[in-house]
């Protein structure tokens, strides 16, 4: 998992710092702060589209956060030649980010968009046709929920002059479910014709769009969120070789990672000329959340000798 490398060096060197505590004999605390970056694979949005149009079909796993860590140790005596000393560290790491993707379309394509799951008994037909003399589009929803309820609806409409916007919404029994229904078509200097679907239910939801479909906006909002941390408590055992400190260390360790991503869908369906009818706006929303604990265990060692005048070379594992 691509998380934060620098919450991975935090620990390390929160570790190293209860080691020495207890290398030298004596007690010591230290804290440390700084920020932190990550990158975690690109999370899909569910939008799908041909056509014109500039659409992102993932939002990019890139944010930035803050590194706390603690560390402390104390000599607790000497056992069989070894001075021993307990030490205790732990770290977190703690970030988030946000994006805003949007995208247009300028002519005909498709879209569209699902949830994690798409309705089990949903059939959505669209037609369009625009030629010289007449625009025509239809929609019709055939739709059954898990709860028996649904929703039929036809829309339609043909056009041999001027412009019109058509809709209709339909809510199941109960309110497990919905449907809409809409079309759009324009015949005289522009001849054009657009037709849309959705159906949301406790199953899963569907957007979608067909035809001419300029105008329509797809807004993506995503927001992530990561946490990192982990404890480690050390028992260490040091020793003097020949002007060389030599110490080994172990330990239980707990981790726990998790993450979060919300995802805001909303698309903004165009009205092919001012009036009375002002389509709805469709808004999808999904969270998700993962998280994982790790137990086990440490273990490590350091070698340590002077090499000049106020300088040690050490080595650590």
Do not use: W
Not at 20 to 30: I, N
Not at 248 to 273: C, H, L, W
């Amino acid at each position: 998992m691509k998380l934060s490398f620098s919450a991975a060096l935090l620990s390390a060197v929160a570790l190293t710092n209860a080691a020495h505590a207890q290398e030298f004999g004596s007690k010591a605390l230290g804290i440390t702060v700084g920020p932190s970056v990550f990158a975690a694979p690109d999370l899909a949005t569910g939008v799908t589209t041909s056509g014109s149009g500039d659409f992102s079909e993932t939002s990019t796993g890139r944010g930035a956060g803050i590194n706390i860590g603690v560390s402390g140790g104390v000599s607790v005596g000497r056992v069989g030649g070894f001075d021993v000393g307990v030490g205790v560290s732990g770290f977190g790491t703690f970030a988030s980010s946000g994006t805003r993707l949007r995208g247009s379309f300028t002519g005909p394509g498709t879209v569209s968009i699902g949830g994690y799951t798409t309705p089990s008994a949903a059939v959505i037909v669209l037609n369009t046709d625009a030629v010289p003399g007449t625009s025509s589009a239809s929609a019709t929803i055939d739709h059954t929920n898990p709860q028996g309820g649904g929703e039929n609806i036809a829309v339609t409409n043909t056009n041999p002059g001027g412009s019109a916007n058509s809709y209709a919404v339909t809510t199941a029994s109960g309110d497990n479910s919905f449907a809409m229904g809409g079309v759009a078509t324009q015949q005289g200097t522009v001849n054009g014709a657009a037709a849309y679907g959705v159906v949301a239910a406790t199953d899963g939801a569907v957007f979608l769009g067909s035809g001419d479909l300029t105008g329509l906006t797809v807004t993506t909002d995503v927001s992530r969120g990561f946490v990192f941390t982990g404890l480690d408590a050390t028992v260490a055992f040091s020793t003097s070789f020949n002007s060389m400190a030599v110490q080994a260390y172990a330990g239980p360790s707990y981790k726990f990672v998790g993450q979060s991503a919300n995802t805001r869908i909303s698309v903004d369906i165009p009205e092919v000329a001012a009036g009375p009818t002002t389509f709805p706006t469709y808004t999808m929303e999904r969270t998700e959340a993962l998280f994982s604990s790790y137990f086990g265990g440490v273990v490590g060692g350091s070698i340590s000798a002077p090499i000049a005048t106020n300088v040690t070379a050490s080595l650590g594992l």
